[in-house]
T-cell receptor, first 113, second 113 residues
Protein backbone atom coordinates (compact mmCIF):
# COMPACT_ATOMS: atom_id res chain seq x y z
CA UNK A 1 0.00 0.00 0.00
CA UNK A 2 1.21 3.52 -0.77
CA UNK A 3 2.24 5.40 2.37
CA UNK A 4 2.14 9.04 3.32
CA UNK A 5 4.63 11.08 5.35
CA UNK A 6 3.65 14.17 7.30
CA UNK A 7 5.45 16.36 9.84
CA UNK A 8 4.52 15.48 13.41
CA UNK A 9 3.61 19.05 14.32
CA UNK A 10 3.27 22.57 12.96
CA UNK A 11 2.44 25.96 14.39
CA UNK A 12 0.63 28.86 12.84
CA UNK A 13 -0.53 32.28 13.91
CA UNK A 14 -4.21 33.06 13.94
CA UNK A 15 -5.58 34.61 10.73
CA UNK A 16 -2.51 33.61 8.73
CA UNK A 17 -2.46 30.96 5.98
CA UNK A 18 -1.29 27.47 6.85
CA UNK A 19 0.31 25.03 4.44
CA UNK A 20 0.30 21.42 5.64
CA UNK A 21 2.56 19.18 3.54
CA UNK A 22 2.21 15.50 2.74
CA UNK A 23 4.65 13.28 0.85
CA UNK A 24 3.42 10.21 -0.99
CA UNK A 25 6.28 9.26 -3.29
CA UNK A 26 4.91 5.75 -4.00
CA UNK A 27 1.44 6.94 -5.03
CA UNK A 28 -0.11 5.01 -7.89
CA UNK A 29 -2.13 6.43 -10.77
CA UNK A 30 -5.35 5.15 -9.22
CA UNK A 31 -4.83 6.64 -5.75
CA UNK A 32 -6.88 9.62 -4.59
CA UNK A 33 -5.49 11.96 -1.91
CA UNK A 34 -7.83 12.56 1.01
CA UNK A 35 -7.46 14.86 4.00
CA UNK A 36 -9.24 14.49 7.30
CA UNK A 37 -8.83 16.38 10.55
CA UNK A 38 -9.57 15.47 14.15
CA UNK A 39 -10.44 18.15 16.66
CA UNK A 40 -9.89 17.43 20.36
CA UNK A 41 -12.42 14.98 21.79
CA UNK A 42 -14.09 14.41 18.44
CA UNK A 43 -14.00 11.84 15.66
CA UNK A 44 -12.15 12.67 12.44
CA UNK A 45 -13.96 14.80 9.88
CA UNK A 46 -13.50 14.86 6.13
CA UNK A 47 -11.82 17.98 4.75
CA UNK A 48 -11.11 17.53 1.03
CA UNK A 49 -9.89 15.10 -1.60
CA UNK A 50 -8.41 15.19 -5.10
CA UNK A 51 -6.74 13.13 -7.84
CA UNK A 52 -4.61 15.36 -10.09
CA UNK A 53 -6.01 18.87 -10.16
CA UNK A 54 -6.03 21.38 -7.33
CA UNK A 55 -9.31 21.44 -5.42
CA UNK A 56 -11.11 24.07 -3.37
CA UNK A 57 -14.02 23.83 -0.98
CA UNK A 58 -15.43 25.89 1.86
CA UNK A 59 -12.99 24.42 4.36
CA UNK A 60 -9.67 24.38 2.51
CA UNK A 61 -7.72 24.06 -0.72
CA UNK A 62 -5.70 21.08 -1.88
CA UNK A 63 -2.65 21.67 -4.04
CA UNK A 64 -1.29 18.55 -5.76
CA UNK A 65 2.21 18.46 -7.25
CA UNK A 66 2.47 17.79 -10.96
CA UNK A 67 4.16 14.43 -10.35
CA UNK A 68 1.59 13.69 -7.58
CA UNK A 69 4.33 12.67 -5.17
CA UNK A 70 3.33 15.35 -2.72
CA UNK A 71 0.37 17.52 -1.82
CA UNK A 72 -0.37 20.49 0.42
CA UNK A 73 -3.50 21.26 2.38
CA UNK A 74 -4.01 25.01 2.57
CA UNK A 75 -6.07 26.72 5.26
CA UNK A 76 -6.40 30.26 4.00
CA UNK A 77 -6.92 31.96 7.36
CA UNK A 78 -6.26 29.82 10.39
CA UNK A 79 -8.54 30.22 13.37
CA UNK A 80 -8.21 28.78 16.86
CA UNK A 81 -10.89 26.26 15.90
CA UNK A 82 -8.58 24.84 13.22
CA UNK A 83 -6.24 23.44 15.89
CA UNK A 84 -6.43 19.70 15.22
CA UNK A 85 -4.57 16.66 13.95
CA UNK A 86 -4.59 16.63 10.14
CA UNK A 87 -4.36 13.30 8.31
CA UNK A 88 -3.31 12.81 4.70
CA UNK A 89 -4.58 9.48 3.32
CA UNK A 90 -4.47 7.68 -0.03
CA UNK A 91 -7.46 5.71 -1.30
CA UNK A 92 -7.48 3.53 -4.38
CA UNK A 93 -10.50 4.18 -6.58
CA UNK A 94 -10.21 0.76 -8.18
CA UNK A 95 -10.85 -0.86 -4.86
CA UNK A 96 -14.39 -1.16 -3.60
CA UNK A 97 -13.08 -1.95 -0.17
CA UNK A 98 -12.53 0.53 2.61
CA UNK A 99 -9.54 -1.50 3.75
CA UNK A 100 -7.38 0.90 1.79
CA UNK A 101 -8.17 3.80 4.14
CA UNK A 102 -5.24 3.85 6.53
CA UNK A 103 -4.78 6.67 9.03
CA UNK A 104 -1.19 7.46 9.99
CA UNK A 105 -0.16 9.66 12.88
CA UNK A 106 -0.94 12.96 11.11
CA UNK A 107 0.23 16.51 11.79
CA UNK A 108 -0.75 18.24 15.03
CA UNK A 109 -1.54 21.85 14.10
CA UNK A 110 -1.28 24.43 16.86
CA UNK A 111 -2.79 27.85 16.17
CA UNK A 112 -1.38 30.68 18.24
CA UNK A 113 -3.57 33.68 19.10
CA UNK B 1 -25.73 16.75 7.79
CA UNK B 2 -24.87 13.12 8.29
CA UNK B 3 -25.13 12.01 11.86
CA UNK B 4 -23.28 9.05 13.28
CA UNK B 5 -24.26 8.42 16.88
CA UNK B 6 -22.39 6.20 19.29
CA UNK B 7 -24.46 5.08 22.22
CA UNK B 8 -21.96 5.86 24.97
CA UNK B 9 -19.28 8.51 25.32
CA UNK B 10 -17.56 6.80 28.24
CA UNK B 11 -17.79 3.20 29.39
CA UNK B 12 -16.07 1.33 32.21
CA UNK B 13 -16.19 -2.47 32.22
CA UNK B 14 -14.49 -5.28 34.09
CA UNK B 15 -12.19 -7.89 32.64
CA UNK B 16 -14.17 -10.81 31.25
CA UNK B 17 -17.40 -8.89 30.74
CA UNK B 18 -19.21 -8.97 27.41
CA UNK B 19 -19.34 -5.46 26.00
CA UNK B 20 -21.57 -4.03 23.29
CA UNK B 21 -20.74 -0.79 21.53
CA UNK B 22 -23.58 0.54 19.41
CA UNK B 23 -23.49 2.85 16.42
CA UNK B 24 -26.34 4.31 14.40
CA UNK B 25 -26.19 6.40 11.20
CA UNK B 26 -29.04 8.33 9.64
CA UNK B 27 -27.93 8.66 5.99
CA UNK B 28 -28.74 5.21 4.61
CA UNK B 29 -25.03 4.54 4.04
CA UNK B 30 -24.10 1.09 2.81
CA UNK B 31 -20.73 0.97 4.58
CA UNK B 32 -20.08 1.09 8.30
CA UNK B 33 -16.78 0.75 10.14
CA UNK B 34 -15.30 0.28 13.58
CA UNK B 35 -11.87 1.71 14.38
CA UNK B 36 -9.90 1.94 17.57
CA UNK B 37 -7.54 4.81 18.29
CA UNK B 38 -4.56 4.54 20.60
CA UNK B 39 -1.76 7.06 21.27
CA UNK B 40 1.15 6.50 18.91
CA UNK B 41 -0.74 3.91 16.85
CA UNK B 42 -3.24 6.10 15.03
CA UNK B 43 -6.59 4.70 13.90
CA UNK B 44 -6.74 0.99 13.21
CA UNK B 45 -9.61 -0.72 11.41
CA UNK B 46 -11.24 -3.53 13.40
CA UNK B 47 -14.16 -4.56 11.18
CA UNK B 48 -16.31 -3.09 8.49
CA UNK B 49 -19.60 -3.94 6.83
CA UNK B 50 -20.68 -3.15 3.29
CA UNK B 51 -24.26 -4.36 3.63
CA UNK B 52 -26.74 -5.77 6.10
CA UNK B 53 -25.48 -9.05 7.56
CA UNK B 54 -22.18 -8.66 5.64
CA UNK B 55 -18.90 -8.07 7.42
CA UNK B 56 -15.22 -8.13 6.69
CA UNK B 57 -12.23 -8.21 9.01
CA UNK B 58 -10.02 -5.19 9.25
CA UNK B 59 -6.45 -5.09 10.45
CA UNK B 60 -7.02 -6.03 14.11
CA UNK B 61 -10.18 -8.18 14.44
CA UNK B 62 -8.89 -10.50 17.17
CA UNK B 63 -11.02 -10.33 20.30
CA UNK B 64 -13.88 -8.56 18.55
CA UNK B 65 -17.00 -9.47 16.61
CA UNK B 66 -19.65 -7.35 14.91
CA UNK B 67 -23.32 -7.46 14.07
CA UNK B 68 -25.28 -5.64 11.40
CA UNK B 69 -28.92 -6.71 11.41
CA UNK B 70 -30.25 -3.37 10.11
CA UNK B 71 -28.68 -0.99 7.64
CA UNK B 72 -28.47 1.90 10.06
CA UNK B 73 -26.97 0.04 13.01
CA UNK B 74 -23.55 -1.54 13.46
CA UNK B 75 -22.55 -3.12 16.76
CA UNK B 76 -19.08 -3.97 18.01
CA UNK B 77 -18.92 -6.82 20.52
CA UNK B 78 -16.12 -7.64 22.91
CA UNK B 79 -16.92 -11.23 23.90
CA UNK B 80 -14.66 -11.16 26.95
CA UNK B 81 -13.17 -7.75 27.60
CA UNK B 82 -9.48 -7.52 28.43
CA UNK B 83 -7.38 -4.63 29.70
CA UNK B 84 -5.59 -4.33 26.35
CA UNK B 85 -8.92 -3.41 24.80
CA UNK B 86 -8.98 -0.17 26.77
CA UNK B 87 -9.12 2.40 23.98
CA UNK B 88 -11.12 5.01 22.10
CA UNK B 89 -13.53 3.32 19.69
CA UNK B 90 -14.75 5.21 16.64
CA UNK B 91 -17.61 4.27 14.38
CA UNK B 92 -17.91 5.62 10.82
CA UNK B 93 -20.19 5.27 7.81
CA UNK B 94 -19.97 6.07 4.11
CA UNK B 95 -21.50 5.48 0.71
CA UNK B 96 -19.93 2.75 -1.39
CA UNK B 97 -16.72 3.66 -3.20
CA UNK B 98 -13.27 4.65 -1.93
CA UNK B 99 -13.85 8.32 -2.73
CA UNK B 100 -16.86 8.60 -0.53
CA UNK B 101 -15.79 10.35 2.67
CA UNK B 102 -16.13 8.63 5.99
CA UNK B 103 -18.42 10.25 8.55
CA UNK B 104 -17.31 9.53 12.10
CA UNK B 105 -19.08 9.51 15.43
CA UNK B 106 -17.50 11.22 18.42
CA UNK B 107 -16.17 8.01 19.89
CA UNK B 108 -16.62 5.82 22.94
CA UNK B 109 -13.80 5.83 25.45
CA UNK B 110 -13.79 2.31 26.90
CA UNK B 111 -11.84 1.47 30.03
CA UNK B 112 -11.47 -2.18 31.03
CA UNK B 113 -10.33 -2.69 34.61
Amino acid sequence: DAKTTQPNSMESNEEEPVHLPCNHSTISGTDYIHWYRQLPSQGPEYVIHGLTSNVNNRMASLAIAEDRKSSTLILHRATLRDAAVYYCILTNFLSGSARQLTFGSGTQLTVLP
Amino acid sequence: DVKVTQSSRYLVKRTGEKVFLECVQDMDHENMFWYRQDPGLGLRLIYFSYDVKMKEKGDIPEGYSVSREKKERFSLILESASTNQTSMYLCASSWTGPNSPLHFGNGTRLTVT
